[in-house]
């Protein structure tokens, strides 16, 4: 066969799986892969309908076709496009389906990328990070390029050379260059699945719902509450024999009650459960997305 080389752009998609810029040390199935063989691998999710998709596609069929043109039975897998059953075009169906293992019921088996063309790129050597100034494309750190954000990736595609049902194409990144910003990616679960809803109603002995004072130390003295309506207040104690006792002095201001002014309200005790949150949590905060995607 012959070797022949493509270049084309990718469509704007989502980075949702892998990292452009960490090595995959090990396989699917957590087996070292040896260092002559590791890559920096990712998948962009491009909508089906997406400009450019089927330009792309037509890039990867020409490097194909120059590649296997002259070994038929393998052109007859390129001719079924993206329904080969054994050629390897680097992409995948984001509407695939699977069984959980842990459940058995059918789910995605590419989270995030529903509706989409899901793209695998794969490199040995380091991959470029760019991102759009004012309209210019201009090389970044690759810290400002996160999982779940909107990229393009230029790209060089060829014929992988094998012969039997691997035969395929590379689909080799240049540069990563974000384009927007979409909800972060993070990997493993987050703490709600961490968690749950919680312990439910057990509750272990010395267990309660608001804080507790320190081991051994007095409480607190109980606010005087005012005497009930209508109930005679302290009264003065007479003073001891022979002393005479106090004796109220006019202090020419009137009492509340005989000048209108309202009467002084006793402080509502200190609130001593947990502060509530603000109603609808802090502004500008979302949910993160959990990543489960496997790379194959």
């Not at 130390?217 to 022979?242: K, L, V």
């Not at 509340?256 to 949150?277: I, K, L, N, V």
Request: hydrophobic letters at 35%; glycine letters at 12%; proline letters at 13%.
């Amino acid at each position: 066969m012959s070797r022949h080389t493509e270049y084309g752009n990718s469509p704007v998609g989502r980075l949702i799986s892998g990292d452009p810029w960490v090595k995959q040390t090990t396989d699917m199935n957590n087996r070292p892969i040896p260092e002559d063989k590791q890559q920096f691998w990712f998948a962009v999710a491009i909508e089906k309908n997406a400009p450019g998709m089927n330009e792309m596609l037509g890039v990867m069929f020409k490097a194909a076709q120059a590649g296997y043109g002259q070994s038929p039975h393998i052109m007859a897998q390129i001719n079924m496009g993206l329904a080969a059953t054994a050629f390897s075009w680097k992409i995948a169906d984001g509407d695939e389906m699977r069984a959980n293992a842990t459940t058995g019921e059918q789910e995605l088996r590419w989270k995030h990328g529903q509706g989409c063309w899901v793209v695998k790129f794969s490199q040995p050597s380091d991959v470029k990070a760019a991102k759009y100034q004012n309209g210019v494309p201009t090389y970044c750190d690759p810290s400002e390029i996160k999982r779940g954000y909107y990229v393009t990736v230029p790209f060089s595609t060829s014929a992988n050379g094998n012969m039997d049902h691997t035969a395929g194409v590379y689909l080799n990144p240049q540069t990563v260059c974000r384009v927007g910003f979409g909800p972060e990616i993070v990997g493993g679960p987050s703490l709600e699945q961490q968690l749950g809803a919680g312990p439910g109603a057990y509750m272990p002995a010395g267990m309660t719902q608001t804080p507790q004072l320190p081991s051994g130390a007095a409480p607190a003295p109980a606010p005087a509450q005012p005497a009930p309506a209508g109930m005679p207040g302290p009264q003065p104690q007479p003073a001891p024999s022979g002393m005479p006792g106090p004796q109220p002095q006019p202090s020419g201001m009137p009492t509340p009650a005989a000048s209108g002014m309202p009467t002084p309200q006793t402080a509502p005790a200190q609130y001593g459960g947990y502060m509530a949150p603000a109603a609808g949590g802090m502004p500008g905060t979302s949910r993160q997305e959990l990543d489960d995607s496997i790379p194959f």
